[in-house]
Each structure stands twice: as structure tokens, then as C-alpha cells.
């Protein structure tokens, strides 16, 4: 397994600062987030999702996409994803992340899924995605590029098996799974090698980051309240020294993505960290 990072959890880098702190980190891929920054966003201080120095502008032309893959090439990364927030339905959005894909040599997007918060029914929302990812699949295969949705809460796909219902129907060489077993601690939890047993050849690629849950207010029944929120990478819910040894386990080479939002780290050290912390782990199992 390889090591790569979803460029949103170093929000303070620019796209060459990232590339350099990449690979003296030892990490061997790039996840570029793919989102425009509002004007008004602008003179805030770095964020992870709204003023994001380390992001592709979907209107770059292709003279500014030169940039990131010259900062990939120059710095020994691969490109392994244009990582984009795409909304179920919208073809031609995600025609232009297959476009900028391909110029940049990354291997897969992510692509839409419905949320879910009980203003619409699931099967509703459910044929919707199919619809869409009928249309996608052909374009999939055009491009060359693997299409992926995401195991995320608040959405239709919060676990694996919800996430195999979905993709079943689809060919795994144009359509697969991103992985998140942190989003499931927050809602989809399974026993994350079996749903790794389940989606089989639609498990495409990995995030890694953690969650934990704590008390909050009493709710107006009296009942205790709880909330989840983002943990460091090893001091979650999740273990993953064992979700590592059952990826190992189901035979998956792919890489793993940093996408540690929990804020203990400087984005520098986040990579080192990771890159420390996830290769000893490799080794010991």
C-alpha cells in the first residue's frame, strides 16, 4: 500500500509547498482538491473548505493545470485523484473533472451522492444516483478514469453495504468505492473487513482519518445527547492497525489518503506524522 494526501487538510500550503513537504515526507501521492474559492472567502485565514490555497480552480485553463502536474512530476508524486464536490445529477460538472483528470494523469474523481437529512424519501434518492451514475459510467470508460463514491454520513451511502446496493449494478473497472471508515464512525458503522469482503473489486481507495464521539446537551425528553467529532488518526474510534491488517487481509495495494481534519498538527507536520505513523504500522503487520 501507498501513501497520498487529499490536499484539503493542508489548506495554509500552496500547491509547490505541498509537493515539496510531500515528498520529504516520504508520501508517494496527490489527491488535488477541486473547488473555486468565493470572493467573499478570500481574505479569511486558511481553512479546509472555504479559503483552500492547496485547490484547483475548475475554470484553471490548461496552462495553470501545467502547474500541478509539473509540481507532482518535479517532487516524484503521482497525481492519483482531482477530488472535486460534485452534486448528484450534474454531468457536465463531472465531465470537466474527467477532462482536468486525464490532462493531469490521476486515476480516479469522486463523484456525487446524494445527501440524506429526511426532507426526501431514500428511494427517491436512490434512483436519482443510479440515473446519474448510468451517465457517468460511459464517460468513465471514455476517459479511462474510475468514477468513486464515497462511504459518507448524512448521505445515501453512510455504510459499505449501502454503498454495494448502489455500485452492484455498475462494472467495478469504471465505477468503485472510496473507503472512510472515519465517516462511518460518524454514521454507517460495520465491521469494516467485512464490508471490505462485501464491496470486493468496487473498493477502489482508502481515506484515512479518525472520529470520536462525546457527550453533548440533554435533549428535551431528558435523554442524554451525543456528538462525534474529528480525532487525530490514531486516537479514534477507529483502530487502524487492524483496518490496515484487513486491508491487507482482502489483498488491497492501493493507497492510503490523509484527510485528518481534527487540527492537532501544522500541515507540514501532519504529513510527517502521517507518513511515520502509518508506514510503522504497515511494517508490523
Known amino acids: 500500500m501507498k501513501l497520498s494526501v487529499f490536499t484539503v487538510v493542508t489548506p495554509d500550503l500552496t500547491p509547490e509547498e505541498l509537493g515539496a513537504a510531500a515528498k520529504e515526507a ?5 489527491e488535488w482538491r477541486f473547488k473555486e474559492t468565493p470572493a467573499e472567502f478570500k481574505d479569511e485565514q486558511p481553512s479546509f473548505w472555504r479559503r483552500n490555497l492547496c485547490s484547483i480552480d475548475p475554470s484553471a485553463s490548461d496552462e495553470e493545470l501545467e502547474r500541478f502536474a509539473r509540481i507532482a512530476s518535479d517532487n516524484g508524486l503521482q497525481t492519483i485523484s482531482v477530488t472535486p464536490y460534485l452534486q448528484a445529477g450534474d454531468i457536465e460538472a463531472t465531465e470537466r473533472v ?3 483528470a486525464q ?3 490521476a486515476k480516479v474523481i469522486r463523484v456525487g451522492v446524494p445527501g440524506y437529512d429526511r426532507s426526501v424519501n431514500y428511494n427517491e434518492l436512490f434512483d436519482k444516483e443510479v440515473r446519474y451514475l448510468e451517465a457517468v459510467e460511459p464517460l468513465a470508460k471514455q476517459y479511462g478514469i474510475k468514477c468513486l463514491v464515497e462511504t459518507h454520513h448524512n448521505t445515501i451511502i453512510a455504510s459499505a453495504s449501502a454503498a454495494l446496493r448502489l455500485v452492484s449494478r455498475f462494472n467495478p473497472e469504471h465505477i468503485g468505492v472510496l473507503f472512510d471508515p472515519g465517516n462511518m464512525v460518524h454514521e454507517g458503522y460495520e465491521n469494516f473487513r467485512m464490508g471490505m469482503e462485501m464491496l470486493g473489486p468496487y473498493l477502489a481507495h482508502v481515506h484515512i482519518k479518525n472520529t470520536g464521539w462525546k457527550k453533548s446537551e440533554v435533549r428535551e425528553d431528558g435523554s442524554q445527547g451525543w456528538t462525534s467529532y474529528w480525532e487525530p488518526n490514531l486516537e ?3 483502530n487502524w492497525k ?3 491488517s484487513d486491508l491487507k487481509a482482502v489483498g488491497y495495494d492501493g493507497y492510503l489518503g490523509v484527510e485528518d481534519f481534527s487540527g492537532k498538527y501544522a500541515s507540514k507536520e501532519l504529513l510527517k506524522q502521517y507518513a ?3 508506514r510503522a504500522i504497515l511494517a508490523s503487520i
Open 242 to 244: 487492524q483496518v490496515l
Open 276 to 278: 511515520e505513523e502509518v
Open 26 to 30: 516520504g508520501i508517494d501521492g496527490i
Open 98 to 100: 474527467l477532462q482536468v
Open 236 to 238: 479514534g474510534i477507529v
Open 103 to 105: 490532462k493531469l494523469g
